[in-house]
């Protein structure tokens, strides 16, 4: 039992499992409507669009949550208006930001005198260095994730299967796409820390993929990929702590070896189904042409 309950007794393990839980919740919530919607390229674009925001934050010692924050959202507005205004692509607008802040965000970093530090914490997070204000923050944007989440299922919803039928309804599918992008932004800005923009899309993604495997409704998914995502905390900190990994990359990897089982467990179990019910047609038969 020690095994699973040493690690935790520490301070800053406590609080690592504690915000990343919040983390999870968070990612959950919006990485069902980004699998849904297919939008995992936003938000790993969004992800890397923080480098420029938290680099030069860590250059001029200025609180690098915040400098992230104003980075993912410069970004986000950015593919809003050339999107809007040019004739780009989304995707294409995506790539050309994407390639842009991440090659501005490896300049600023690099006339830092700890590149290499400062590089490995902005790729791979440092969730053991969570402290309680960083855990109160994340409380407040988890609250701001569910509020949106609910005000705006409507018209999630609607603007995801049919955008005539949103226009139909009274709702705005525009506006319903710019909240999401604001959740996805303020979903990656809040996963900063536990993983970094590196593997941030991992935690997005894998919950809500192993999630649906087993889920039609909206709701379930996000409440099934938050397990799934809060086990992947537990696992990857213990693994961790006991083979001296790095904590963020071992979160997301088993958030993603979760998403693999989880595939796995279900193909599996759609083949049994199959293969009974191709052994119980025979037996039905012959009880067929009995009555006739």
Do not use: K, N
Request: overall charge positive; hydrophobic content about 60%.
């Amino acid at each position: 039992m020690s095994f699973f309950t040493d690690p935790f007794s520490t301070e800053f393990f406590a609080r690592g499992l504690i915000g990343g839980s919040i983390v999870a919740v968070i990612c959950a919530v919006v990485g069902t409507w980004v699998v849904i919607r297919g939008m995992a390229f936003l938000g790993e674009a969004i992800g890397h669009g923080m480098l420029p925001g938290v680099a030069l934050a860590t250059v001029l010692g200025l609180p690098v949550l915040i400098g992230g924050a104003v980075s993912a959202v410069a970004m986000s507005v950015a593919i809003g208006v050339l999107q809007r205004r040019g004739r780009l692509s989304y995707d294409t607008s995506i790539g050309m930001l994407f390639v842009a802040m991440l090659s501005l965000g490896v300049i600023i970093v690099s006339h830092s005198r700890s590149f290499a530090t400062d590089a490995t914490a902005m790729l791979f997070g440092d969730i053991l260095a969570v402290r309680p204000v960083d855990v109160v923050v994340l409380a407040g944007a988890l609250a701001l994730t569910l509020t949106i989440a609910v005000v705006f299922h409507r018209s999630f919803v609607a603007a995801t299967f049919d955008t005539r039928i949103a226009h139909t309804l009274g709702l705005d599918p525009r506006r319903a796409h710019i909240a999401l992008v604001g959740l996805v932004t303020l979903a990656v800005v809040a996963s900063y820390q536990a993983v970094g923009t590196l593997l941030v899309v991992g935690l997005l993604l894998a919950p809500a993929v192993a999630a649906r495997a087993w889920t039609t409704r909206i709701p379930t998914t996000m409440g099934v990929a938050a397990g799934v995502g809060i086990l992947a905390v537990v696992l990857g900190l213990l693994a961790s702590w006991h083979l001296g990994t790095a904590a963020g990359a071992s979160i997301a990897i088993t958030a993603i070896a979760l998403a693999a089982a989880s595939s796995g467990a279900r193909a599996l179990g759609r083949r049994t189904l199959r293969r009974r019910a191709t052994h119980a047609t025979p037996s039905v038969t012959p009880q067929l042409t009995a009555v006739r």
